[in-house]
C-alpha cells in the first residue's frame, strides 16, 4: 500500500451549543508550540501524561484570564520507546504535534508547567486540563516524527466506517487474555455485569475471517489503574480526581511499543468505568448499560479508534463527542455493524489481503471526470474491485462504491464523473479489492478537486 498523507485527529467540527461547550472553562484556537511526555508514577497507578504548549491565537471561552501561552495536559503520550494512547469515552484520545493549528476544549487545571519547549525556550504557562482537540490545520511540522505518533493507515474520513491508528497486537501474543476485577460495580447485584463483560470481548473474537481472539483468565484483586504491568484489566474505579473524570463514562488505556511501522506493537490494555456514573443491565434511561459501552471500549483494545461522522452514527465505534451522556439508556452497541467487522478484519486478516495500487491519481489537483487506475493482485483470486470518493475531513459529498472493470493482466479502471462534488474541496479516492476469500486490500488517493474539463 503506497504511504498516505499523514493524518492525525478528525478535522474541526461544529460544537456550538453541545455539553463539550458548555462544560468547557477555557474554548480557544491556537499553534502548538511543544510537547513533553511524561511518566506519572503514584501508588495506585504508572502512566504517562502529555504537556502540549499552546500559542493562543483567539480565545472563545475564558473566564477573564487570558494568557498568550497556555499548557493544555492530557493523558497518553510516548516516552523513548513507550507509547499510551487513553481513548476516553466519548471524547476519544488527544495527541498533538508541534505546529498544529487546533481549538481546544478545556477545563481549569491548579498546576502550573514550566519547561523547555522543542523550541528550546524556557516558560512557565498556566495549566488547563484537555477535554477535547478539534484539528484546524495539520502545519508544516507536524509530521510523524515531530509527534512520536505514527502514521495512521486508514482514517474515518476515507469512508470504509472505521478508523485504525497503526498499532496492533502481534500474532503470537493472540488469544490475548484479560481479567475482570472481581469488585465489578455496586449497582448491579452479584457479578452478573462479568458475564455482560465477557459477551463484549465475545462479540469481537467471534467475527470470522479474523484471527483476533480474546480469553476470559478469571477475576482479580490487581485495579485496572495498574498500567505496564503486562496484565489487561476491566473493571469499575470512582474516577474524580481530574477536571474531567466526571464528565467520562469510561476509559481504554492501551500501551504499545514504539517500533519501526508498518505497525506498533500493543502490549497492554485496561478499561476503566467510572463508578460515578450509573450502571445497568439493559435498558434505564439514567444508566448506561455495561454491554452497550464495554463492546465499544473493546474496540479501542484492538486499536479500532472512535468515529464521529454522522454516516457512521450506527457503527459501535461511533462517540457521542456532542452530548457524553447520550449513551445512558442505549443498548444498541452491544452488537458489531459492518464499519466494526471491517475494521477487525484489515487489522488482523484470516488470510492475506489483496495488493492494492492506484496508479492514477496521484495525489494533488485533478480535473473532473477523473480516470482510476489501480493494479490488483491476490493468490486468492478477485471477486470485485471498486472506488468510492468521499470529501476530506468531515460529512459531506459521497460517491458510494462504483464497480471498476478489469482491462486486463492486474490493471483495473473507473471513472469518477464528480457529479455534485464541491469543487476546491479535498477528497479522498480509494479502491478496495476483495479476495476469494472475502477479505478487502485497499489503497487511497488525497486529491483537490480544481474544476472540470467540460
Known amino acids: 500500500m503506497a504511504p498516505l498523507p499523514y493524518v492525525t485527529l478528525a478535522k474541526a467540527e461544529n460544537r456550538s451549543g453541545t455539553l463539550l461547550e458548555e462544560w468547557s472553562d477555557y474554548i480557544f484556537t491556537g499553534v502548538v508550540v511543544s510537547v513533553e511526555s511524561k ?9 504517562i501524561y ?5 500559542l493562543v491565537e483567539e480565545y472563545h471561552k475564558s473566564e477573564g484570564i487570558e494568557p498568550p501561552y497556555v499548557t493544555l495536559v492530557y493523558r497518553g503520550g510516548r516516552v523513548n520507546n513507550i507509547g499510551m ?23 481549569k487545571y491548579a498546576k502550573a ?13 498556566p495549566s488547563l486540563w484537555a477535554l477535547d482537540v478539534e484539528l484546524l490545520d495539520e502545519g508544516a511540522d507536524a509530521t510523524s516524527e515531530a509527534g512520536s505518533w505514527p502514521l495512521w493507515p486508514i482514517h474515518e474520513t476515507q469512508g470504509l466506517g472505521f478508523a485504525f491508528y497503526g498499532k496492533c497486537w502481534d500474532r503470537s501474543d493472540i488469544p490475548v487474555g484479560y481479567y475482570i476485577n472481581r469488585n465489578g460495580t455496586e449497582d448491579i447485584d452479584g457479578l452478573d455485569e462479568v458475564d455482560e463483560i465477557i459477551k463484549s470481548f465475545d462479540a469481537w473474537s467471534s467475527v470470522t475471517l479474523q484471527v483476533m481472539e480474546f480469553k476470559f483468565l478469571g477475576l482479580t484483586d490487581k485495579s485496572p489503574l495498574n498500567r505496564v504491568d503486562g496484565i489487561n484489566v476491566v473493571g469499575w474505579v470512582m474516577m474524580t480526581d481530574k477536571p474531567e473524570d466526571k464528565k467520562i ?18 502490549v497492554e490494555f485496561n478499561i476503566v468505568f467510572n463508578e460515578y456514573h450509573n450502571w445497568t443491565i439493559g435498558s434505564k434511561p439514567d444508566a448506561f448499560d455495561v454491554r452497550n459501552i464495554c463492546t465499544h471500549e473493546v474496540g479501542h483494545a484492538l486499536e479500532l479508534g472512535d468515529l464521529e461522522l454522522e454516516e457512521n452514527e450506527e457503527q459501535t465505534m461511533w462517540s457521542p463527542k456532542d452530548d457524553p451522556l447520550k449513551g445512558r439508556g442505549e443498548v444498541k452497541r452491544r452488537s458489531l455493524e459492518s464499519g466494526d467487522i471491517a475494521g477487525i478484519r484489515h487489522i488482523y486478516p484470516e488470510y492475506p489481503p489483496p495488493s492494492v495500487t492506484i496508479f492514477d491519481p496521484q495525489n494533488g ?20 474491485v471498486q472506488f468510492k470518493v468521499h470529501i476530506v475531513g468531515g460529512d459531506g459529498y459521497d460517491s458510494g462504491w462504483q464497480p471498476m472493470e ?16 464541491p469543487v476546491g474541496e479535498s477528497f479522498w479516492i480509494t479502491v478496495r479489492a476483495k479476495s476469494g476469500k472475502g477479505i478487502y486490500g485497499y489503497d487511497y488517493r488525497d486529491v483537490i478537486l480544481v474544476g472540470y474539463f467540460f
Not at 502529555?50 to 499552546?54: F, G, L, P
Not at 489537483?365 to 470485485?384: M, R
Open 50 to 54: 502529555s504537556y502540549a504548549t499552546i
Open 249 to 266: 463514562v469510561a476509559y481504554c488505556w492501551v500501551t504499545w511499543m514504539y517500533e519501526p511501522l508498518p505497525n506498533l506493537r500493543i
Open 113 to 125: 508547567y514550566e519547561g523547555i519547549g522543542d523550541d528550546g525556550v524556557s516558560r512557565s504557562s
Open 39 to 47: 511518566w506519572v508514577n503514584t501508588t495506585e497507578i504508572r502512566t
Open 365 to 384: 489537483e485533478v480535473l473532473a471526470p477523473v480516470d482510476i487506475t489501480a493494479s490488483v493482485s491476490s493468490g486468492d483470486g478477485i471477486l470485485s
Open 406 to 421: 478489469h482491462i486486463g493482466d492486474n490493471l483495473w479502471t473507473g471513472t469518477w464523473t464528480a457529479s455534485g462534488a
Open 85 to 107: 494512547t487513553c481513548y476516553r469515552y466519548p471524547w476519544g484520545a488527544i495527541w498533538c504535534s508541534p505546529g498544529q493549528r487546533i481549538k481546544a476544549y478545556a477545563v
